[in-house]
């Protein structure tokens, strides 16, 4: 039966506290996000009762109901008619609410609020990427050859995706330049000028920096006579455009509140380029890729130190970040992983984290007798984790009963502990779960496999195992809701 967003729409509104209780609303990919008034008006119990609600909680201020892909669009549409509301981006309600957080929360919606808009870009030039990693690896499917070698005539269709793949990495700077510089209150096209001026073809490309530094051969702009500025891009890279883009916005919003408005146009854009581009080439760019550098060989060497303590602790808590929002971190260490190294060993184990929460969703629906709403959600969550999108796995199924989501955090565990040991890394960022494998390196691909073979059976039997005591003790959710 088709759903009614509106009646959804409005049976939340009412559980909240009416419109009057809502300040602002947005949405990411599963969760309507909001920003209220009084939190202490908020019915939770009636909120979780919603036809398609997965679950609900706060977070940093902000307010948030667990819908899924797809509908959370739908629902949100009415909600924001029928609460009177303009729409508002994720960030606008993050700020609204972001009054109660510490340090290290600002710092993560930092990071949330720049790199949720332009994740769809990143994880198509992920699958792209993989698909190209097939093509092009010699044996996987015919002894001793590549697809293309075999097949001549898929030159130029690998040619083609190979392109497309890449301009997502190779322009990564301009993309992240963009959503930054919108984040902290500057000039969206501002933000792309500078995203491109540090992939400029004149600079020498980032990934050929280090051979050229050890041969002596960088190439420099000579300054008046009076010092030298590298000219070296900075492709891939995360923190050179991120601290570009803040400095960017303050000169600019500083110009601007001095600048008369007749001269605006002519004065605030061109000072704030030619500044901030001197900047970032000069000082910014150089001491952001060293810290990026120390990031990167940080997390390397102690992974290959000590890479079972590594794994256990990343495949334990990563679900349990996600809950938190802390997760999004991780995709600028994965970008700088992949700048740095050529690879990253921390998106695999949370494509397996993915795929074990999806498991216990999936036991979960076999436990469940007698509610058909509950294994409805089960089953349809199960499949969201295993595409990448763990919310209404974790919230609408794992986390209510607890111990699904500790068997998947197990799992994960597992999974992490077996493909850290066997050096499985990843060439890009992909979707997190099944299609995982078409971003891993070639010759790790069945290693691989055989981790989400783990995360898949690992928290299927201990939630299976598990869920008879907790029948027995009445605990499980559906005892509580049916």
């Not at 500057?186 to 051979?211: C, F, K, Q, R």
Request: with cysteine.
């Amino acid at each position: 039966m088709k759903a009614d967003y509106r009646q959804i729409a409005a049976e939340i509104l009412d559980a909240i506290g009416g419109k009057d209780n809502v300040d602002k609303a947005a949405h990411c990919v599963t969760r309507l996000r909001l920003s209220l008034k009084d939190q202490s008006k908020v019915d939770e119990a009636r909120v979780k009762e919603v036809d398609l609600v997965k679950g609900a909680f706060e977070n940093s201020g902000v307010y948030q109901i667990v819908i899924g892909a797809g509908d959370v669009d739908r629902v949100y549409a009415e909600f924001i008619k029928l609460a009177g509301l303009e729409a508002a981006t994720v960030a606008e309600v993050k700020s609204a609410g972001g009054k109660k957080m510490n340090p290290l929360q600002k710092l993560v919606k930092v990071f949330s609020d720049v790199f949720m808009p332009i994740i769809p870009a990143i994880i198509v030039a992920g699958l792209l990427m993989g698909i190209n990693n097939l093509l092009a690896s010699e044996g996987l499917f015919i002894d001793g050859k590549t697809l293309i070698e075999a097949y001549p005539n898929l030159q130029g269709l690998w040619d083609l995706i190979n392109m497309m793949a890449n301009t997502s990495f190779v322009f990564l700077p301009a993309l992240v330049g963009w959503s930054a510089t919108k984040r902290f209150g500057g000039s969206e096209v501002l933000g792309i000028v500078m995203g491109l001026l540090l992939v400029h073809p004149d600079l020498l490309n980032a990934w050929g920096y280090g051979t050229a530094a050890l041969e002596g051969e960088v190439p420099t702009f000579d300054i008046l006579g009076l010092f030298e500025i590298e000219k070296v891009g900075y492709q891939g890279q995360i923190l050179p455009v991120l601290a570009a883009a803040y400095i960017l916005s303050q000169i600019e919003m500083f110009l601007k509140k001095r600048v008369p408005n007749a001269i605006q146009l002519l004065v605030v854009p061109i000072t704030t380029i030619v500044v901030t581009g001197f900047l970032a080439l000069a000082i910014v760019g150089p001491v952001t890729r060293g810290i990026g550098n120390v990031i990167a060989t940080g997390l390397v060497n102690t992974f290959e130190a000590v890479p079972v303590v590594g794994a256990l602790l990343f495949g334990l808590f990563y679900a349990p970040l996600v809950v938190t929002g802390m997760h999004h971190l991780f995709i600028a260490i994965d970008l700088q992983l992949i700048a740095d190294t050529g690879g990253t060993f921390i998106w695999p184990m949370i494509a397996l984290s993915n795929i074990a929460q999806g498991s216990a969703a999936l036991a979960m629906f076999f436990v469940y007798k007698h509610n058909a709403k509950q294994k409805s959600m089960a089953s349809t969550s199960a499949i969201s984790a295993y595409f990448g999108i763990t919310e209404p796995a974790m919230f609408g199924v794992n986390l209510p009963n607890k111990f699904p989501f500790y068997s998947a955090m197990i799992g994960s565990a597992i999974a992490a502990i077996f493909i850290t040991l066997n050096d499985v890394q990843a060439i890009a960022i992909g979707v997190g779960g099944l299609p995982g494998f078409l971003s891993i390196f070639t010759d790790k691909i069945l290693l691989f496999i055989v981790g989400m073979v783990i995360a898949i059976i690992v928290p299927f039997a201990l939630t299976f195992i598990l869920s008879k005591r907790y029948m027995k003790k009445g605990e499980l959710e559906e005892n509580k809701v049916a």
